[in-house]
């Protein structure tokens, strides 16, 4: 029953979407099933928010407990938890500052404390891929080097100033390098990859629908 | 399947750019439609149940069901299969052991997608593999995860592994668990996680984005061994950098079936590589239809999805 069951469901819901592919949503029923499924996930996904909540509060309340190292982050994410979904879900009918509308409290811990902190993390990146341009683009041998000189290139084309000196050096080398580096190798090696792991994905997918692999239930 | 599809329509005049720019799946199908093949779906008729125009995807698919059964049947009947060494598979056990020398935790991250998404499915296949051998090892192990419904198949998961290796009581249900809804919130934690525990092996599978880098060189500054797995082109590059071995793409579905030695996965996968060699034949045909403007139907076929 444990097994047959999620087997049933994954090959039933796998033939909705594939058949989905292939009906006018306008035209037929099966067309227009997409959505209901979706909805389903949205809804079964809503539930599982609470497993979330549930599993964060464990772990961190456990930590500040047994007061293991770095227990107070542990404190102030609790803290961030309650803080940001607590006035969320009050009606805003008790007043302005519940809901999520804007003026409300959930909307100015968002643009002023997780909004920041996100963009902080994504300008990081920059320093990170200092150091892994750093470690990769060393002339270590004849592959490594072709690497660097065509990172070095490519680099230089990118920035308003290397577009400009490649065009002294030749009037059409930005476009030579967009053709043959970029539109050309880059991309050929992409598709690859791409058609590599969308084949892999569509016999998973297969394999799962059939039910020859179970292993996402542990099998 | 309208994604492999759609990758025959990628056309000429799209830039590099939006390759680079995309940072989910969903881009590469978007901007995957020519001007060729908008002109055929326009072509549709409208009154028709059955989208005709995809007719090219259902023998595509018959085609490759097929294969795939057929190796799956050819399997089953003892038949040996050679599937190619893959180096970053072999090391898990490698890495873990590591770990169980050093007492320190392995940390497995199943991506950052939903499980609705086939990469994630893949990392939770992949986790019952890796949760099996650091059952077997009693090394300590740390799933931080995006999702609540990831974290639910990941528990589940988990403790099947830790059941079946006859470890019930090692198990604990904080060994999966939520950290954070948030893209960067979630690299935080994880990263803040690194740096706290030093965890002896990182091991990434499934779907993940611009975080990648923060977590591949966080865990690199923390000095752990490192394998990363995934689909995503525009992520490769990181992985590649900051981990000692990476599976690329179509490897990452692989994963499970090549740790696992079962004969009826391992028959899927020896499907899978025949379609490749169609894929590449159909794409030499066409390049040469393209370049001598022959076959004009052969390359029409591909282009109305």
Partial sequence: ?219 | MAFLLSIYSLSPAQTNDSIMDSSASANYTDSAKSPDSSAVQGNRRPDSAFRSERINALIFMFIFSMVILVYTRWAKSGKELFIRKLNGLDEVEEAVGRATEMGKPVLFIPGIEEIDQIETIAGISILGRVARITARYETPLLVPVRYPMVLAAGQEVVEQAYIEEGKPDAYNRDIVRYVAGEQFAFAATVNGIMMRERPATNIYMGAFFAESLLLAETGNAAGSIQIAGTAQPAQLPFFIAACDYTLMGEELYAACAYLSREPLLLGGLKGQDWMKILIIILVLVGIVAASFGILGGFIGFFESV
């Fill in chain 1, 1 to 219: 029953m444990k097994t047959t069951v999620p087997i049933i469901t994954a090959f039933l819901s796998g033939l909705v979407m594939l058949l989905v592919f292939f009906f006018n949503p306008e035209k037929s029923a099966i067309g227009r099933l997409e959505p209901e499924v979706l909805s389903w996930v949205t809804i079964v996904g809503g539930f599982t928010l609470l497993l979330g909540v549930v599993s964060i509060v464990r772990v961190n309340y456990g930590a500040v407990k047994r007061r293991k190292e770095g227990w107070k982050y542990k404190i102030a994410t609790l803290i961030s938890v309650f803080a940001m979904a607590v006035p969320a879900v009050i009606s805003p009918r008790v007043s302005p500052l519940f809901g999520t509308a804007p003026g409300s409290i959930y909307d100015w811990l968002f643009n002023n404390l997780d909004a920041p902190m996100m963009s902080t993390m994504f300008a990081m990146l920059s320093f990170y891929i200092a150091s892994a341009a750093f470690r990769a683009f060393r002339a270590r041998n004849a592959e490594a080097t072709l690497l660097l000189l065509t990172a070095v290139t490519v680099m230089l084309w990118r920035i308003p100033m290397g577009e400009i000196m490649l065009v002294k050096i030749h009037h059409s080398l930005p476009e030579i390098i967009n053709s043959y580096i970029m539109n050309g190798a880059n991309m050929a090696v992409q598709r690859g990859i791409i058609i590599g792991a969308a084949l892999g994905a569509a016999a998973m997918s297969l394999r799962i629908m059939l039910g020859i692999e179970r292993t996402y239930m542990g099998k």
